[in-house]
């Protein structure tokens, strides 16, 4: 008996619904002939909490004597509301002659299905089920082309590693944050979750500690047989800028003796190319943007629209932009389904110009999947909900545009020197935007009056405009996802700043959402007009840790680190040895703070929150599949 485990119901029967075969339904698992499709729900397996160890330990008060954890070999217990389903797959393994690992094609899910085989002992012949999307022609193929499980043990490797780094740092500095810096109020510390929350907090005392500055721009119009053309001054540069009233009124009188000036007109032609394919975060940008959702829910939606219920999207836990070059054949037949949709049909004769751009369908830039977007599958609206039509359609909506003509646009500049000082003025006019993905996304362009290069003009008005120097802007869930993932720009390290850029910065498609909402239920931050403030106690937290903790850079060491051992660059038990120091150093950092820093918060907040966090610790772990730490703090 082959048995197909997946990583959750809806891949189990989408799974099952594409096997040959007589299919009978039974009490956690499909009948498909001679095969069997089973599922977990999410991990079903957890990393035991520190009492599991030692009882005496259920205590942080006798804990935090004895950190960092002296535990060498960590123990995994299957969740309460899973220990059913847990039975019911080792029941199956029994009578298993192969098992082919379905989870969902990534780190995570190659340790969920990895280690339910590992812990009960299974020693049989295992293939790899690799699929993107739910759809049957996906399915399909996937199921044509599994591969050895064994290709992937190195994978396994470094997501279990990333799993048991995670919960010492998370479990042992909790406690020590908690107990020695925060009299009790509970302070949750993850890898992650620290230096995100300290991003929002060195933005907004920035944004606290800005004094604004006065500059001086310049306005000249000048006259044209087709209307006046206002020029000018106002460069970008702070170094260029205009910071005194003086010079400014000295440069204007100046000028004026000129009374007339000679132009130069230079014109282009600008390419503007589609934008890229959705990833995850980029996904989660536009919802936000455009509809104020959080991250957690426009993953949430993605995730409705890709279960087996409806099929109508990829796997949306994606860090990619591009599709494989074997489903470009695909893309059309998507696109026709697409403007059979009313949002669309106006579009359909523009589906003559669609053509598969070999930017986008490159299979060298494909990374664990591939971008995130519709499928094969014709969508029913009848089925969705409100906002998962919007969610479809904003899929709908960038797919098509990546199948269209770049946007062409004639720029026009109109400028003229005065020594140093150069005025400008720039016109635009879109060349073919009907025939463009423009079409999809119209935008308004303001062209110039027509002037000959070399033209002679007059001047008709000279002034001088007061400006103010603008502090940055307060982060909203889109610009914090895109900071997460270019965090490389505030490291000054070359070294580190390489390997954040080559990782794409702190967490990943599919924790990135998590560690958001966990700063917002921890009372870390708080969202007022689409905006992430800092409060008080978030602020306390950030300044009480050790610095390290507070670095990005950690993540960076980690994730390069990990990337060593999934390759077999790096033997895990060495990554381990490093993170059970570093742990200790940070620890130790704690400890040496005592009497010197305190982390003091809202305490009606803390009362209010922490009975349920410390319940939720468990009940976290792995509700949802993107907690790849169980629970613990990333």
């Known amino acids: 008996?082959?048995?197909?485990?997946?990583?959750?119901?809806?891949?189990?029967?989408?799974?099952?619904?594409?096997?040959?075969?007589?299919?009978?339904?039974?009490?956690?698992?499909?009948?498909?002939?001679?095969?069997?499709?089973?599922?977990?729900?999410?991990?079903?397996?957890?990393?035991?909490?520190?009492?599991?160890?030692?009882?005496?330990?259920?205590?942080?008060?006798?804990?935090?004597?004895?950190?960092?954890?002296?535990?060498?070999?960590?123990?995994?217990?299957?969740?309460?509301?899973?220990?059913?389903?847990?039975?019911?797959?080792?029941?199956?393994?029994s009578q298993a002659t192969e098992v082919v690992n379905a989870g969902d094609p990534d780190r995570e899910g190659q340790m969920l299905i990895d280690e339910i085989l590992e812990s009960s002992a299974w020693k049989g012949p295992t293939l790899r089920l690799l699929i993107n999307a739910t759809d049957p022609v996906t399915v399909k193929k996937a199921l044509s082309s599994m591969r050895p499980n064994s290709e992937f043990f190195n994978l396994y490797q470094a997501a279990k590693c990333r799993s048991e780094a995670d919960w010492i740092i998370g479990m042992n500095l909790t406690v020590a944050a908690t107990k020695l810096l925060a009299n009790d109020e509970l302070v949750s510390v993850g890898r992650v979750q620290t230096p995100t929350l300290a991003l929002v907090v060195r933005r907004d005392e920035a944004i606290e500690k800005f004094g604004a500055r006065q500059f001086f721009s310049l306005e000249v119009t000048l006259e044209t047989p087709q209307g006046p053309i206002v020029l000018t001054y106002n460069p970008s540069d702070e170094s260029k800028r205009i910071w005194s009233e003086v010079d400014a009124k000295r440069i204007v009188e100046e000028v004026k003796k000129r009374q007339s000036v000679t132009v130069t007109v230079t014109t282009g032609i600008k390419k503007e190319s589609p934008p890229r394919l959705f990833m995850l975060r980029t996904f989660q940008g536009e919802c936000n943007s455009r509809y104020g959702w959080s991250a957690s829910k426009a993953l949430e939606l993605a995730q409705s629209l890709y279960d087996s219920k409806h099929q109508l999207a990829s796997y949306p836990r994606t860090d990619c932009e591009y599709m494989p070059a074997g489903q470009a054949n695909d893309a059309l037949t998507i696109a026709q389904h697409i403007v059979k949709q009313t949002s669309f049909t106006a579009f359909a004769p523009l589906l003559s110009l669609a053509v598969p751009r070999a930017s986008?369908?490159?299979?060298?830039?494909?990374?664990?999947?591939?971008?995130?977007?519709?499928?094969?599958?014709?969508?029913?609206?009848?089925?969705?909900?409100?906002?998962?039509?919007?969610?479809?359609?904003?899929?709908?909506?960038?797919?098509?545009?990546?199948?269209?003509?770049?946007?062409?646009?004639?720029?026009?500049?109109?400028?003229?020197?005065?020594?140093?000082?150069?005025?400008?003025?720039?016109g635009e006019v879109s060349l073919n935007m009907a025939q463009s993905w423009r079409a999809l996304a119209?935008?308004?362009?303001?062209?110039?009056?027509?002037?000959?290069?070399?033209?002679?003009?007059?001047?008709?008005?000279?002034?001088?405009?007061?400006?103010?120097?603008?502090?940055?802007?307060?982060?909203?869930?889109?610009?914090?996802?895109?900071?997460?993932?270019s965090v490389a720009k505030y490291v000054e390290d070359?070294?580190?700043?390489?390997?954040?850029?080559?990782?794409?910065?702190?967490?990943?498609?599919?924790?990135?959402?998590?560690?958001?909402?966990?700063?917002?239920?921890?009372?870390?931050?708080?969202?007022?007009?689409?905006?992430?403030?800092?409060?008080?106690?978030?602020?306390?937290?950030?300044?009480?840790?050790?610095?390290?903790?507070?670095?990005?850079?950690?993540?960076?060491?980690?994730?390069?680190?990990?990337g060593l051992i999934a390759a077999g660059g790096m033997k895990p038990g060495d990554y381990m040895l490093r993170v059970r120091g570093m742990c200790k150093q940070l620890v130790d950092d704690v400890r040496d703070s005592v009497g010197k820093k305190a982390i003091v918060g809202d305490k009606e907040l803390v009362k209010n929150k922490r009975a349920k966090l410390l319940e939720q610790r468990r009940s976290q772990q792995s509700s949802s599949r993107a907690s790849a730490t169980a629970g613990l703090p990333l």
């Not at 069997?36 to 330990?57: D, F, K, Q, R, S």
């Not at 390489?498 to 959402?513: H, M, R, V």
């Not at 689409?530 to 994730?559: Q, Y």
Request: hydrophobic share 40%; charged share 25%.
């Open 1 to 93: 008996m082959r048995l197909y485990i997946a990583e959750k119901p809806s891949l189990g029967k989408a799974i099952a619904e594409n096997l040959p075969g007589v299919k009978s339904r039974d009490d956690g698992f499909i009948r498909v002939g001679t095969d069997v499709v089973t599922w977990a729900h999410g991990h079903i397996l957890e990393l035991a909490p520190p009492e599991a160890y030692n009882p005496a330990w259920k205590s942080w008060n006798t804990a935090v004597n004895v950190l960092p954890y002296p535990i060498e070999c960590f123990k995994l217990l299957p969740k309460p509301d899973s220990k059913a389903q847990l039975r019911v797959i080792q029941s199956l393994l």
């Open 360 to 426: 986008i369908y490159d299979s060298s830039k494909v990374t664990e999947h591939h971008a995130l977007t519709p499928t094969v599958k014709s969508a029913d609206f009848k089925t969705l909900t409100a906002d998962e039509q919007k969610a479809w359609l904003l899929l709908a909506e960038r797919f098509l545009m990546s199948l269209l003509p770049s946007h062409q646009i004639e720029e026009t500049v109109v400028s003229f020197s005065h020594g140093e000082i150069e005025f400008s003025a720039k």
């Open 442 to 485: 119209p935008h308004t362009y303001k062209p110039l009056p027509q002037v000959a290069d070399g033209a002679t003009l007059q001047m008709a008005g000279l002034r001088v405009v007061k400006g103010k120097t603008t502090p940055p802007k307060r982060y909203t869930e889109k610009t914090l996802l895109d900071d997460m993932s």
């Open 494 to 562: 070359p070294k580190l700043k390489a390997i954040l850029k080559e990782t794409s910065g702190i967490g990943t498609a599919a924790t990135q959402a998590k560690i958001i909402e966990t700063l917002k239920e921890r009372g870390y931050v708080a969202v007022k007009n689409r905006e992430l403030i800092s409060t008080p106690f978030g602020r306390a937290v950030v300044h009480g840790l050790p610095e390290r903790l507070t670095d990005p850079c950690l993540t960076a060491l980690w994730e390069d680190a990990l």
